[in-house]
Nanobody, 119 residues
Framework: QVQLVESGGGLVQGGGSLRLSCAASGRTNSGYHMGWFRQAPGKEREFVAAIRWSSGSTYYADDVKGRFTISRDNAKNTVFLQMNSLKPEDTAVYYC????????????WGQGTQVTVSS
């Protein structure tokens, strides 16, 4: 089992920045991939970014490339999502998720943290 706890959400003006954190505990090791997803009101949950814990390779959704950066701190078992140049359309609940590298699905999810961007 893997437990994930997000933090760092809040209210920010358009053009501003926020950094989300995801603290992982339990059966975490370098074989996991960590991801950030978001869900806006009335919309389906969508992929935002992911990182391979072992190599640090990163992946981004097209609409956040160049604005968001995912990173990890191995010593603290924590994954971050630095969000810059925020837009009102980035408003959503952001979720941290984890999957083992051989598993196609993200099996472990955090409780989510609200990000609200005002215009």
């Amino acid at each position: 089992q893997v437990q994930l706890v997000e933090s760092g959400g809040g209210l920010v003006q358009g053009g501003g920045s926020l950094r989300l954190s995801c603290a992982a505990s339990g059966r975490t090791n370098s074989g996991y991939h960590m991801g950030w997803f978001r869900q806006a009101p009335g919309k389906e949950r969508e992929f935002v970014a992911a990182i391979r814990w072992s190599s640090g390779s990163t992946y981004y959704a097209d609409d956040v490339k160049g604005r968001f950066t995912i990173s990890r701190d191995n010593a603290k078992n924590t994954v971050f999502l630095q969000m810059n140049s925020l837009k009102p359309e980035d408003t959503a609940v952001y979720y941290c998720a984890a999957r083992y590298y051989s598993d196609p699905n993200y099996d472990y999810w955090g409780q989510g943290t609200q990000v609200t961007v005002s215009s």
